[in-house]
């Protein structure tokens, strides 16, 4: 059992830039891959980025290369996402979440979720 609690979030104006976190509890927090998700009311969760287990794989939607950094400290259990030059566009509750296989994009895949921080981006 994992679980996940992101923080970060909060409100910027476009051009700006903040830093997410999710802090995991439980067991093996290496071994799973991590991923970032964000979701807007009434449309579908997207996909955002991830990195596998030992920070030798990352992706990333087409929408937020060379803006979104993801990485992770295996040590401090914590996945990080760094966004720059945010976009309103970019206004959504994020999630983090983590799975036990490999790497992917896809959510249906993950195994834990946390529960979201939200990040609005003023024009």
């Known amino acids: 059992q994992v679980q996940l609690v992101e923080s970060g979030g909060g409100l910027v104006q476009a051009g700006g830039s903040l830093r997410l976190s999710c802090a995991a509890s439980?067991?093996?927090?290496?071994?799973?891959?991590m991923g970032w998700f964000r979701q807007v009311p009434g449309k579908e969760r997207e996909f955002v980025a991830a990195?596998?287990?030992?920070?030798?794989?990352?992706f990333y939607a087409d929408s937020v290369k060379g803006r979104f950094t993801i990485s992770r400290d295996n040590a401090k259990n914590t996945v990080y996402l760094q966004m720059n030059s945010l976009k309103p566009d970019d206004t959504a509750v994020y999630y983090c979440?983590?799975?036990?296989?490999?790497?992917?994009?896809?959510?249906?895949?993950?195994?834990?979720w946390g529960q979201g921080t939200q990040v609005t981006v003023s024009s």
């Open positions: 979440a983590a799975e036990r296989g490999r790497v992917t994009a896809e959510s249906g895949r993950y195994d834990y």
């Open positions: 439980g067991r093996a927090f290496s071994t799973y891959a």
């Open positions: 990195v596998s287990w030992n920070s030798g794989s990352t």
